[in-house]
């Protein structure tokens, strides 16, 4: 993500090749391929010109930080008291389940902070499961989430979408070109994947590989791009979440079962209603800088936390053995990671790793019992 600086041009004529204006090409004839002139100089309806004066890297688009800004900077009653907000928000729109929204919290400020041989570190995609499939709650639930964050996309995972659309980037020999795919986005996009629309039906063989690039997009955080000949994996930073009526087909991070009443999915639109009535653009502006604070925030553990990580790990163990393995453990630091950020802290403090554990706990109770 980069800020240019410089000038742009919208000049029809830079779009004219040399035959256009009748004159001397510096290419043989047969070196010419017309395609690829065109291609090269398309019109500037289609392609304005920018001439680069200055070009600066970007940690972050978000017009109401400034660049490597942090919620350290707060204090903690102003992180907490808009935390609680989001979080009450965030609560409404999943139809008042508070388990999920402090999941969905946690997901909101993920972000990919390093990379260990094929593994995306801090990466945290997220399938509800359990959605109304009226197709009104998955548009309000994106209307919500893009008013939040800078960068969003939402994807219907239909069939026909399957296989008539293109998720990866092509190379186009013939023009020159690399056509862009769907899932060509940009680091710290949103992705909202609706899965509630998939139907029965058969996969082609478009729509195989587009299901094989999202779900290597959601695990390991990497897209092939398809130069016919060979694919080049380039690193992604996709924040995913994925709103299914069951478990997702897709192998995601985290999943959490939506435990609502009948109440709530009868009453969709005087639900949403209330929603964007509290949201203000005031109070939109604080929860917006707030998240992009929270993403941006420089997170480390002290020794002495370390250590009674470390000790509470071997202790569980040492009780029963099923009861933490490996993945748990990882997935386990991960969460207390998010929920630090998420209360404007840089490192985690005993009682926000007591609560990561009992969220870690009632989840799995809850997939127990409702799966």
Not at 100 to 109: D, G, P, Q
Not at 195 to 213: I, K, R, S, Y
């Amino acid at each position: 993500m980069v800020e240019v600086i410089g000038i742009f041009s919208a000049d029809p004529s830079l779009a004219i090749t040399a035959k256009q204006q009748n004159l001397p090409s510096l290419l043989p004839d047969f070196m010419e391929i017309s395609e690829e002139l065109e291609a090269h100089n398309p019109p500037p309806s289609l392609v304005p010109r920018i001439h680069v004066l200055m070009l600066n890297n970007l940690s972050h688009n978000n017009p109401l930080l400034l660049q490597n800004e942090t919620a350290s900077e707060d204090t903690e009653d102003a992180v907490e008291g808009i935390r609680d907000q989001l979080l009450a928000v965030l609560e409404q729109m999943l139809l008042g389940d508070h388990l999920a929204a402090e999941y969905m919290l946690c997901h909101l400020v993920s972000s990919v902070y390093h990379r260990q041989d094929v593994v995306a570190l801090g990466k945290f995609s997220l399938n509800i499961s359990g959605c109304p499939t009226d197709e009104f709650y998955i548009k309000q639930v994106y209307r919500v989430i893009s008013n939040l964050v800078t960068k969003s996309h939402l994807l219907s995972l239909s069939l026909a979408n399957l296989n008539l659309l293109r998720f990866v980037p092509l190379k186009d020999y013939k023009q020159n070109r690399l056509q862009t795919g769907m899932l060509q986005l940009c680091a710290r996009t949103h992705l909202i994947v609706d899965e509630t629309v998939l139907e029965t039906g058969q996969l082609d063989a478009n729509g195989v590989g587009n299901m094989t690039a999202l779900g290597n997009v959601i695990s390991w955080q990497k897209l092939d791009y398809d130069f016919a000949f060979h694919k080049q994996a380039f690193p992604t930073d996709v924040v995913t979440l994925v709103l299914s009526e069951g478990k997702s087909i897709l192998k995601c991070d985290c999943h959490v079962p939506l435990l609502t009443s009948d109440s709530s999915n009868n009453r969709l639109n005087e639900l949403f209603d209330g929603i964007f009535a509290y949201l203000t653009e005031a109070m939109l502006n604080d929860l917006r800088t707030y998240l992009g604070k929270a993403q941006l925030g420089c997170y480390s553990v002290s020794s002495q936390m370390q250590k009674m990580i470390e000790d509470d790990f071997v202790q569980t163990r040492k009780d029963n053995q099923a009861a933490m393995t490996v993945d748990d453990f990882h997935a386990l630091l991960t969460l207390t990671r998010l929920l630090s950020l998420t209360y404007g802290k840089m490192c985690p403090t005993e009682d926000i790793w007591k609560k990561a554990k009992v969220m870690q706990d009632s989840l799995k109770e809850r997939v127990r019992l409702l799966m």
